[in-house]
């Protein structure tokens, strides 16, 4: 069953940074193009940044220069490396495998505050 696991969230001060993860299970992420998308509470869900098969990178011009999305495919795991947060990027963020057939994890929860 395909499955992906999301972790590394937590509360942290605003300028800070913060590394979540994303491990993946039941099928390989090196075949899908992956991506973390957010949901702040009382709004939609959206997308934060992509990476291809061969490493392009996508951004939502609000974290473009802030956020990086990496893979690690020995590892199966995604990640995204969060920098100069703000109180805006307080939100659940969720991993994405395009077209492998797996559910949406519970997300890891990520709270910008002083």
């Known amino acids: 069953q395909e499955q992906l696991v999301e972790s590394g969230g937590g509360l942290v001060q605003p300028g800070g940074s913060l590394r979540v993860s994303c491990a993946a299970s039941g099928f390989t992420i090196s075949r899908y193009a992956m991506g973390w998308s957010r949901q702040a509470s009382g709004k939609q869900r959206e997308l934060v940044a992509t990476i291809s098969v061969d490493g392009n990178t996508n951004y939502k011009d609000s974290v473009k220069g802030r956020f990086t999305i990496s893979r690690d495919n020995a590892k199966n795991t995604v990640y995204l490396q969060m920098n100069s947060l703000k109180a805006e990027d307080t939100a659940v963020y969720y991993c994405?495998?395009?077209?492998?057939?797996?559910?949406w994890g519970q997300g890891t929860q990520v709270t910008v505050s002083s």
């Open positions: 994405i495998a395009y077209g492998a057939g797996a559910s």
